[in-house]
């Protein structure tokens, strides 16, 4: 990473930050990356810089784990994933269970924390409600 690539990334954090931090508490980590809670949904947003004028962020939300490794739940998690506009559902299988994450990745050099926070905050809203309805389904018996 050259300097210049260094310098547009911590640039766009900060604005991620400001922008986050309008709906929560933000912790920057020794790497530079975010993290943050969305309820009950750890989060995590790291930049990269994949050309001159294109940088993205990179939202990790972990939506559930150690799930029962369920084939009907995997299968309605993949359903799922398919009607999101907003990122990209992953399942996980190990040794406990499923895990579960929602990922979303997009160009956001030059956007403002205003319409950043809005973008951010439509990801992990959809996070937070896939939760909801993975920990319902399990307790109703999926």
Same mark, same amino acid.
């Given at each position: 990473?050259?300097?210049?690539? =260094?310098? $547009? ?6 604005? =991620? ?5 309008? +709906?929560?508490?933000?912790?920057? *980590? *020794? *790497?530079?990356?975010?993290?943050f809670r969305h309820g009950d949904v750890p989060c995590a947003v790291q930049a990269m810089r994949l050309a001159e004028g294109l940088t993205v962020l990179s939202l990790t939300c972990v939506v559930a784990w150690d799930l029962p490794d369920d ?5 309605? =998690? =993949? ?11 992953? $399942? ?6 499923? *895990? $579960?994450?929602?990922?979303?990745? +997009? ?9 950043? /926070? ?13 939760? @909801?309805?993975?920990?319902? /389904?399990?307790?109703? @018996?999926?």
């Open positions: 990473m050259t300097d210049e690539d =260094a310098a $547009v990334t911590a640039t766009l954090l900060t604005s =991620a930050r400001e922008a986050l931090e309008m +709906f929560h508490e933000v912790h920057v *980590d *020794d *790497d530079g990356a975010l993290s084939r009907n739940l995997a299968v309605s =998690a =993949a359903e799922r994933a398919g009607q999101g506009l907003f990122g990209t559902l992953g $399942v996980v299988h190990t040794g406990r269970g499923m *895990d $579960v994450t929602l990922r979303y990745a +997009f160009p956001a050099e030059g956007l403002k924390p205003e319409p950043l /926070s809005t973008l951010l905050m439509l990801v992990v809203s959809t996070a937070s409600q896939l939760r @909801g309805e993975l920990l319902a /389904s399990v307790e109703g @018996g999926a």
